[in-house]
């Protein structure tokens, strides 16, 4: 994803105008779409082989990134957060991911 932010930022420093600026910023988005899309067909497949936490994790491990984290409040609230009826229906909420993905339609 990074690369692919730089390779946008480059395209764009040498647009010559709205038009072409504009079209960047749409295969942009279409790539990273594409890369979420992969992404999440990864997870259900490791999903389906038994890793039943590969949804939750990525999810609730992004407040990692959060100014001001606290590490000791957060494993008892994540841990008390899991849901078992949510992450059943995990597989099923990435269907259309899992369709356009490696190895899908």
Do not use: H, W
Request: glycine residues 6%; proline residues 3%; contains cysteine.
């Amino acid at each position: 994803m990074e690369a692919l932010t730089t390779a946008q930022r480059s395209r764009l420093q040498v647009a010559r105008d709205d038009a072409a600026r504009a079209l960047v910023a749409k295969e942009f988005a279409a790539a990273r779409a594409a890369i979420a899309d992969e992404t999440t067909a990864r997870l259900a497949e490791e999903y389906e082989n038994g890793a039943l936490l590969d949804f939750f994790m990525p999810i609730n491990c992004a407040i990692f990134r959060a100014p001001a984290f606290d590490i000791g409040n957060f494993v008892a609230e994540m841990v008390s957060g899991f849901d078992v009826a949510k992450e059943t229906k995990r597989l099923s909420d990435a269907g259309s991911a899992r369709a356009t993905g490696p190895g899908g339609a």
